[in-house]
């Protein structure tokens, strides 16, 4: 008794970027699950409601459920977010045994791409180990990151040169990484650009990229720091959430 389990990149908040792919494969699902982030993140839960209910010829059993918080004053980092990933894979367990048939078809709408700096694969993997036959499809979606290059209408590499991904913690912790010209910075609450010394660096910045309210901003980054970080404050405040991202380059 396999359950297919198929985690479908949906892009980064347009309902344009869903391939043919994605739709065909959340039409043929048993079961779709939808994830609830709080009162904050209506928006992000709407709009895979929306492409449930008016984007699908077929629309599967939708299930909703309540995203466990990670626990962020953990000591340390990893643990925390262990502890948290297998909150979320005994609940997916508990899921999977109550709605989906035997043989059924899961699916999971990714924002952006499961691939990138996104933990379902990895949940997935926990479910498996607690014995679910589960088998695991990826469906790629559009990344905040293409549609942040896209927006500005940049490349994400100077010509020849490799390009680092990261995380706002990571800048922090460790400074500008040595060999690389670009870096690109993703799932940072706390503007981590502050912590660079701005001489020869530039930025390109989005807050909901892809979506009807986004916001750019770039430039020299002693210049652009300062809007940025007003408009971020800005936008969170009025929205109760925010997704950004961020590109830096050596000139």
Sequence with gaps: MTTTLSLVGIGSGNPDHLTLQAIKTLERADVILLPRKGAEKTALADLRRMIASELLKKTPNVVEFDYPVRDANTPKYHDGVNTWHDALAAIWQNLIATHVPPNGRLALMVWGDPSLYDSTLRIADRVIARGIDLAVEVIPGITSLQMLTAAHAIPLNTLGDPVLITTGRKLREDGWPSGVQT???????????????PEGLNIWWGGYVGMKQQILIDG?????????IEARAD?????????????????
């Design 220 to 228: 020299p980054l002693a210049e652009a720091s300062p809007k940025i």
């Design 183 to 197: 870096v690109a910075v993703m799932l940072d609450g706390e503007c981590s650009f502050q912590h660079l010394a």
């Design 235 to 251: 936008a969170r405040a009025k929205n109760g959430w925010i997704m950004d991202i961020y590109l830096l380059r050596k000139s």
